[in-house]
C-alpha cells in the first residue's frame, strides 16, 4: 500500500468536503511531506499522537482554506510512484509563486519544496505535486 498516495488522497477528499481536519496512520515520511506543506501554506497544522489503547502513532492534519471557504490544497497526486520513479537534477525543477504550488522533492539532504531544493543545488525523487 503507498501511504502517501493514500494520505494525499484523503487530504484531498477532507478539504473538497470541508472537513475541518483528517487523521491518518502515521509515517516518518508523510510528516516531513507535511512539514513541506505546512511551510507552503497549504495546512495549518500536521500533529503526531498516540491514543491510549492503541500502540500506533496517527497523524492529525487541520486543513485550510482561503477567505471565501475554497480548499487552498485543489490537487495533489503523486508524480514518483512505486513503480515508476521520477528524478530530477536541480537544473529541471519547477520553481513556484508561493501559495500557487509545490512540488515534493527527496534530497540526499532531507524532503523539501522544489523552491528550496532548487536554492541549494539538490536534485532528487519528485514524490508529488500540490496545487
Avoid: Q
Avoid at 475554497?70 to 525543477?93: C, H, N, Q, W
Wanted: aromatic share 6%; net charge positive; with cysteine.
Amino acid at each position: 500500500m503507498d501511504t502517501i498516495s493514500n494520505m494525499l488522497s484523503s487530504i484531498k477528499n477532507a478539504s473538497a468536503v470541508g472537513k475541518e481536519f483528517v487523521e491518518l496512520p502515521y509515517t516518518k515520511v508523510n510528516e516531513a511531506i507535511l512539514e513541506v506543506l505546512k511551510k507552503a501554506d497549504f495546512v495549518a497544522e500536521a500533529k503526531v499522537f498516540k491514543e491510549k489503547e492503541s500502540s500506533h502513532k496517527s497523524l492529525h492534519i487541520d486543513l485550510l482554506y482561503d477567505d471565501l471557504g475554497a480548499p487552498k490544497i485543489r490537487k495533489a497526486g503523486r508524480i514518483s510512484k512505486p513503480g515508476r520513479r521520477i528524478f530530477k537534477g536541480y537544473t529541471e525543477l519547477k520553481r513556484f509563486v508561493p501559495g500557487t504550488g509545490v512540488w515534493v522533492v527527496s534530497t540526499p539532504r532531507g524532503i523539501l519544496s522544489s523552491n528550496e531544493a532548487k536554492s541549494k543545488k539538490l536534485g532528487g525523487e519528485i514524490i508529488c505535486e500540490v496545487m
